[in-house]
Nanobody, 120 residues
């Protein structure tokens, strides 16, 4: 059974920083894309950042230049470094990973949401 366990998050002041982590465990053959979504109150879930197995990254325009996604393949983990935080970044953040439990058999797994609150 595969699990994604997030950590980090919490409360920060505007202009501050937070770091989110997400570790995958279980019967993992390989991991393809990893990423983060977020959902603010009353809004739809939006994609924040993606990182491919090769390290290519892509970001939502709203976080470009402020957030950095990274991964440690040896630890089956991904990270989201959030700098210059704004109150509009307040949301529940969800990590995901496209995990193969065997060759050519991938499923998307989600971590539990972690709250990020940015005060002005």
């Amino acid at each position: 059974q595969v699990q994604l366990v997030p950590s980090g998050g919490g409360l920060a002041q505007a202009g501050g920083s937070l770091r989110l982590s997400c570790a995958a465990s279980g019967s993992i053959f390989s991991i393809s894309d990893m990423g983060w979504y977020r959902q603010a109150p009353g809004k739809q879930r939006e994609l924040v950042a993606i990182i491919t197995s090769g390290g290519t990254t892509n970001y939502a325009d709203s976080v470009k230049g402020r957030f950095t996604i990274s991964r440690d393949n040896a630890k089956n983990s991904e990270y989201l470094q959030m700098n210059s935080l704004k109150p509009v970044d307040t949301a529940v953040y969800y990590c995901y990973a496209d995990i193969g439990v065997r060759v050519n058999f991938f499923n998307r797994y989600w971590g539990q949401g972690t709250q990020v609150t940015v005060s002005s």
